[in-house]
């Protein structure tokens, strides 16, 4: 066969064993397995030798449009939205199969669909922020909160977080222009206790790895705070950057650059808080600024590394 003929017999030949294209295909949080959702089924494979170890029939209603697909925080769960129902699967092994169905307004769908702090929680961020719905796969129990802060996509876990070890959720919501910290019971969420920060407009909160403290962090708009609370809400530190020690403190504090994110380290001994400017200021696990980085204005590329402190 000339090179043309050959072309058009292997094209012939394998295209019918080429795999449907899936915008869906997310790795589990263990690294080991790779899930693709496909129009009628979820193929689960491993990484280690790419074979396909399960293969998961999806709802006949399937195509009325995913929102989203996930892995459970132990990877042995699957979760698939389709507009108002939510199925959650076991994987890479059991048969496994619950069902949530949250009833929408016409016309809408949930904001943001997550698993909570174990493989039985489904957590849904209805539209527009009216409420989040905390939902048990097992007990079938579900406890509704109203007015989360954050419900998108996007920014929807900046205002959820949930405790390492005790899986105590702490939410943040915001009524009538004022930001109250909630925590749930990790058995019920039930409410236990709930408080005003001293925030103008919070812009997320987040447990500690090590689950020692809250944190809560005002808006870039009003200045640069962080703080540091207990569980039962009593704030430890009120960081609020590195203001020069003068009469004009009070006053220069609304115009600090601002906190822009937080990162914890793995063994949560050291949190580094970045700000407009060019520095990320690094805690260590007393609380104490312990470095503080510098980056120049203009990054000009060169052949070696360096690295300045």
């Not at 496909?38 to 030798?49: E, F």
């Not at 989203?68 to 939510?86: H, I």
């Amino acid at each position: 066969l000339c090179s043309s003929g050959l072309l058009t017999y292997v094209r012939k030949v394998l295209t019918p064993w080429q795999p449907t294209a899936s915008p869906y295909s997310i790795s589990s949080p263990d690294g080991n397995y790779v899930a693709t959702l496909l129009p009628a089924n979820i193929i689960v494979r491993s990484v280690s030798s790419l074979g396909i170890i399960q293969t998961i029939k999806l709802p006949s209603d399937a195509h009325n449009g995913v929102t989203s697909f996930a892995w459970s925080p132990s990877s042995t769960r699957l979760m698939v939205s389709l507009a108002d129902q939510f199925h959650v699967f076991s994987a890479p092994s059991g048969d496994f199969h619950g069902l949530v169905q949250i009833p929408q307004p016409p016309g809408t769908r949930p904001a943001f669909a997550s698993f909570g702090a174990t493989d039985d929680e489904v957590c849904v961020f209805s539209p527009v922020g009216i409420k989040l719905t905390v939902f048990n796969v097992v007990s079938s129990k579900a406890v509704e909160i109203s007015n989360p802060k954050f419900f998108s996509a996007v920014a929807a876990l900046k205002g959820c977080s949930f405790r390492p070890k005790t899986r105590h959720m702490a939410l943040l919501t915001r009524t009538a222009g004022k930001d109250t910290v909630s925590i749930h019971s990790a058995d019920t969420r039930e409410l236990q206790r709930s408080w005003c920060p001293e925030t103008v407009d919070a812009q997320g909160l987040s447990w500690t790895p090590d689950g020692r403290w809250l944190v809560v962090w005002d808006s870039p708009a009003h200045g640069t705070r962080v703080l540091f609370c207990t569980y039962d809400g009593h704030v430890y530190k009120d960081w609020r950057g590195d203001l020069s020690h003068s009469a004009l403190d009070d006053d220069m504090g609304q115009y600090a650059p601002g906190v822009k994110t937080l990162a914890f380290g793995p063994n949560g001994r050291y949190t580094a808080v970045t700000d407009g400017s060019n520095r990320i200021s690094i805690f260590n696990h007393r609380l104490v600024e312990e470095v503080r980085l510098h980056h120049v204005s203009t990054v000009e590329p060169i052949e070696t590394l360096q690295v300045r402190v």
